[in-house]
């Protein structure tokens, strides 16, 4: 099992910057790729970003490119999703996920084993 306990969420106005926060804990070394999602009230859950795990490639949606940006730090086994030019489109619940390994893209929901609870972020003014 792996637990992810995201934080860093908050309400920020447009143009503004988050960087959000999912630690990971348990068996972490049947990671093979983590990603962000986010969910605005009344609609789907949308692939944000993910990462394959060991070879550090990033792939991130066309809403949120050269704006958001994956990292992560190994020795802390934290991933992060630092959020630049925030609009209010990008309201939303931010949750991480993480999966074993498998044969399938990284953007959609059910490529996923583990998820955190989720992080609120507000863009408004």
């Known amino acids: 099992q792996v637990q992810l306990v995201e934080s860093g969420g908050g309400l920020v106005q447009p143009g503004g910057s988050l960087r959000l926060s999912c630690a990971a804990s348990?068996?972490?070394?049947?990671?093979?790729?983590m990603g962000w999602f986010r969910q605005a009230p009344g609609k789907e859950r949308d692939f944000v970003g993910g990462?394959?795990?060991?070879?550090?490639?990033?792939y991130y949606a066309d809403s949120v490119k050269g704006r958001f940006t994956i990292s992560r730090d190994n020795a802390k086994n934290t991933l992060y999703l630092q959020m630049n030019n925030l609009k209010p489109d990008d309201t939303g619940v931010y949750s991480c996920?993480?999966?074993?390994?498998?044969?399938?893209?990284?953007?959609?929901?059910?490529?996923?084993?583990?998820w955190g609870q989720g992080t609120q972020v507000t863009v408004s003014s």
């Open positions: 996920a993480a999966r074993r390994p498998r044969l399938s893209g990284l953007d959609h929901p059910g490529a996923y084993d583990y």
């Open positions: 348990g068996s972490i070394f049947s990671i093979s790729a």
């Open positions: 990462i394959a795990w060991s070879a550090g490639s990033t």
